[in-house]
T-cell receptor, first 113, second 109 residues
Framework: SAVISQKPSRDICQRGTSLTIQCQVD?????MFWYRQQPGQSLTLIATANQGSEATYESGFVIDKFPISRPNLTFSTLTVSNMSPEDSSIYLC??????????FGPGTRLTVL | GQNIDQPTEMTATEGAIVQINCTYQTSGFNGLFWYQQHAGEAPTFLSYNVLDGLEEKGRFSSFLSRSKGYSYLLLKELQMKDSASYLCAALDSNYQLIWGAGTKLIIKP
């Protein structure tokens, strides 16, 4: 397994502002993903963070709202832009280790007022 | 379309055995995962099945039938700490995980 960390662990933000979430892995990984999990619900994939190229977004998620950076094989950021209360959620990064197994960071709990 | 079904909630008694079922329909199939998620925490990997049959790992076992699109997670000798949500996820032909809504398992003494 790998050690995956996220910053911040939680934040409370005002409507209309932006928050950047960092994900750091202690080993190089090819595939890294960003998920959202709203209270009491399962995981929703936002995008695949590709190293050296633009992220691949899932239906319903756009780059202007959720810009992603992946400057190297151990780090990625997700920005939640122009936030509204509907963006209140837990944001999780995950990486693929081994052949297909995904492992998750501890998550960032975001509350938008 | 792609779909994962699992029960919303189950209740079991400490020391007993519980089986959590999952059925899936995906575009292609590259394996089935089970994750455990305690409240307020990230999911943790439990098991991965790609071939038919039962995989045992301590108190937890996972079963897969590809022809039936069916899996189950079996938890034995239940402990209070096993109270959590259990997420079933299938890997489709694009190697994307399709997630179930999770089964909340409540353990009673």
């Amino acid at each position: 397994s790998a050690v995956i960390s996220q910053k911040p662990s939680r934040d409370i933000c005002q409507r209309g502002t932006s928050l950047t979430i960092q994900c750091q892995v202690d080993s190089q990984v090819t595939m890294m993903f960003w998920y959202r999990q709203q209270p009491g619900q399962s995981l929703t994939l936002i995008a695949t963070a590709n190293q050296g190229s633009e992220a691949t977004y899932e239906s319903g998620f756009v780059i202007d709202k959720f810009p992603i950076s992946r400057p190297n094989l151990t780090f990625s950021t997700l920005t939640v832009s122009n936030m509204s209360p509907e963006d209140s959620s837990i944001y999780l990064c995950s990486v693929v280790l081994g052949e297909v197994e995904q492992f998750f960071g501890p998550g960032t709990r975001l509350t938008v007022l | 379309g792609q779909n994962i079904d699992q029960p919303t909630e189950m209740t079991a008694t400490e020391g007993a055995i519980v089986q959590i079922n999952c059925t899936y329909q995906t575009s292609g199939f590259n394996g089935l995962f089970w994750y455990q998620q305690h409240a307020g925490e990230a999911p943790t990997f439990l098991s991965y099945n790609v071939l038919d049959g039962l995989e045992e790992k301590g108190r937890f076992s996972s079963f897969l039938s590809r022809s039936k699109g069916y899996s189950y997670l079996l938890l034995k000798e239940l402990q209070m700490k096993d109270s959590a949500s259990y997420l079933c996820a299938a890997l489709d032909s694009n190697y994307q995980l399709i997630w179930g809504a999770g089964t909340k398992l409540i353990i009673k003494p």
